[in-house]
């Protein structure tokens, strides 16, 4: 139920201090989902919104920044699907350092048709994909 992958933190992501400056790890956040669709649920966010004119908008996060990253640390990054609701998922990211957490996110994303803006249902295919034994990892 675990999909992992790892980022190294570089410089575009720190301040001054060589520290990740927070909003970066929101953007870390979205790659790892990003990159989850296309690993492990079949659709990459080029086809989403593109192809199917679907977008998947995050409609709540709630982040617990619990240590500093440097410039040079590599990021072991966890996603865990929590809940899936008719058209919203919840699923939490957690990310850490040579065993030592830096941070936890919690998220609702909402699956909505881009020509309306309107929630809609998962389709199937995807909401199976959300199942446990469909969420391996893949090193990025």
């Not at 990159?35 to 659709?43: I, L, P, Q, Y």
Request: proline share 6%.
């Amino acid at each position: 139920m675990t999909y992992r992958t790892q980022r190294k933190v570089r410089f575009q992501h720190c301040d001054p201090a060589a520290i990740v400056f927070f909003p970066r790890y929101f953007e870390m956040i979205n790659s790892v989902v990003e990159d989850w669709f296309e690993d492990e649920v079949g659709a990459s966010f080029n086809q989403l919104h593109m192809e199917r004119r679907t977008g998947v908008p995050t409609a709540r996060i709630a982040t617990d920044f619990t240590a500093p990253s440097r410039l040079g640390d590599r990021l072991d990054f966890e996603l865990t699907v929590d809940a899936v609701g008719g058209a919203s998922l919840t699923i939490t990211i957690t990310a850490t350092c040579a065993g030592e957490l830096r941070l936890r996110s919690t998220s609702t994303l909402v699956y909505v048709d881009m020509n309306t803006g309107k929630p809609m249902p998962w389709p199937e295919d995807f909401r199976q994909r959300f199942e446990p034994e469909h969420n391996t990892g893949k090193p990025a």
